[in-house]
C-alpha cells in the first residue's frame, strides 16, 4: 500500500494530519513520528541534523515512500536532507507569492528566518509584512488550543488591513483561518497543501520534479 510519512515535532498533529490524510486520499496509508527535540534544539541553536536524518530513515525504513514534515521551523532542512521530503509550508509559499503584500503570521520566532528565506526563494521577499503573535504560543505548550487560535486570530485580524493575503506559517496555526473568514484577504494555511503536494507525489513517484 502506498505510504505516506509525517515528522512532527507536537504530539497534536498526529490525528490532525491522520484524519487530513484520511480525506484527501483515503486509500493512502500514515506512518507518524514525533519528536519535540527537534524543535527545542532548532530554537535553542542546537545542532538537530543527524537527529533529523534518524528521524526520516525511521519513516522510510517504515514503508513512507514520501514524508511530509510538519514543523516550519526545520522543514528547510528536512527537505534538503532527502528527496522524498515535502516542506510543510512550500506549496502554501508558493501559493502566497502571487499577491502584493504578504502577512506572515508566526508565534514562534525560529519559524520567521525560514519562512521568509522560502519566501525569497520564491520571489516574494521583499513583500513579506511580519505579523508576530508572541502571546500564542505559551498556549500551545500548555495545551490549550482554542486560545492559541484565537490569540493568533485576534493578531492576523489587527494586522490585516496591511496586506493582500495572510499566510499563517505553522501548521498549528491552520484552525485559526476558521476565526478569519470575514477578512476580505485570503488566509492561506499549510496542512492541506502540503498534503495534496505528498498524494501527488506519492501516486506518481516518476514525475521528474527538476522542471
Known amino acids: 500500500m502506498t505510504t505516506i510519512g509525517f515528522l512532527h515535532t507536537a504530539d497534536v498533529h498526529v490525528p490532525a494530519f491522520r484524519a487530513l490524510l484520511r480525506e484527501l486520499a483515503p486509500g493512502i496509508a500514515d506512518r507518524h513520528v514525533v519528536d519535540p527535540g527537534l524543535l527545542a534544539d532548532a530554537r535553542a541553536g542546537r545542532p538537530y541534523q543527524d537527529g533529523l536524518r534518524a528521524r526520516l530513515g525511521e519513516l522510510g525504513a517504515a ?3 514520501v514524508v511530509v514534515c510538519t514543523c516550519s521551523t526545520i522543514a528547510g532542512a528536512a527537505e534538503q536532507a532527502a528527496p522524498n521530503v515535502v516542506r510543510i509550508d512550500r506549496p502554501m509559499a ?3 507569492a502571487r499577491y502584493p503584500r504578504i502577512g506572515v503570521g508566526y508565534a514562534v520566532e525560529s519559524t520567521l528566518a525560514p ?3 522560502l519566501l525569497a526563494e520564491v520571489g516574494a521577499g521583499d513583500r513579506v509584512v511580519e505579523i508576530a503573535c508572541p502571546a500564542a504560543w505559551p498556549l500551545f505548550e500548555a495545551g490549550d488550543l482554542p486560545g492559541y487560535h484565537a490569540a493568533v486570530a485576534d493578531r492576523v485580524r489587527a494586522a490585516a488591513g496591511a496586506v493582500d493575503v495572510v499566510l499563517l506559517a505553522q501548521a498549528s496555526m491552520a484552525p485559526a ?3 478569519l473568514a470575514d477578512l476580505p484577504v485570503p488566509v492561506l494555511t499549510s496542512p492541506a497543501l502540503a498534503v495534496r503536494e505528498a498524494v501527488s507525489r ?3 513517484p516518476l514525475t521528474d520534479r527538476s522542471a
Open 63 to 65: 514503508g513512507a515512500e
Open 94 to 96: 508558493e501559493a502566497a
Open 115 to 117: 519562512t521568509r528565506a
Open 177 to 179: 483561518a476558521a476565526l
Open 202 to 204: 506519492a501516486r506518481h
